[in-house]
């Protein structure tokens, strides 16, 4: 399972890391520590926090800015695996983004919910790479 440093989360999140901690302490995404005793969030947690943040477009920060374009990282929400097609859904910061791949592609990357990634956009194909 992939756990997130407050920091991490909200670097995915797209706010400040004192706005993601204020979040925590409030109880609207669970938190627990890790071996070395540092708050961390667990994936799965923290890809449905940030679905449900994007669905009320309460983010309280604006995500920074970047010369980098068409690349959104992220965290996978969702994949749907077919017998030879795969839909994956990646939150980044407040957009979803949905890719259609082979489950092959899936599977070699091994994206699983919860997990980094980036989705890369040219054209009308979205392309997914492991973080």
């Keep these: ?11 995915l999140l797209g706010v400040s890391p004192d ?3 204020r979040w925590a302490d409030a109880g609207r ?3 627990h520590r890790d ?18 943040l994007a669905k009320s477009g309460s983010g309280e920060e604006e995500a920074a800015s970047t010369s980098v374009r068409n690349a959104f990282p992220g965290i996978v929400t969702a994949i749907k695996l077919g017998d030879v ?8 910061g407040p957009h979803r983004l949905v890719s259609l791949l082979t ?16 989705a890369r956009v ?4 979205v ?5």
Aim: net charge negative; no cysteine.
């Design 1 to 11: 399972m992939n756990s997130y440093t407050i920091g991490q989360a909200a670097r």
């Design 19 to 21: 706005t993601a901690r």
């Design 29 to 31: 995404v669970a938190t």
């Design 35 to 52: 071996d070395s005793g540092h708050r961390v969030i667990d994936g799965r947690d923290l890809a449905a926090f940030s679905v449900e």
């Design 85 to 92: 097609a795969a839909q994956v859904e990646i939150q980044a």
């Design 103 to 118: 489950r092959e592609a899936v599977e070699e990357l091994g994206l699983e919910v919860g997990m980094r990634a980036t």
């Design 122 to 125: 040219k054209s009308t194909n």
């Design 127 to 131: 392309h997914i790479d492991r973080a």
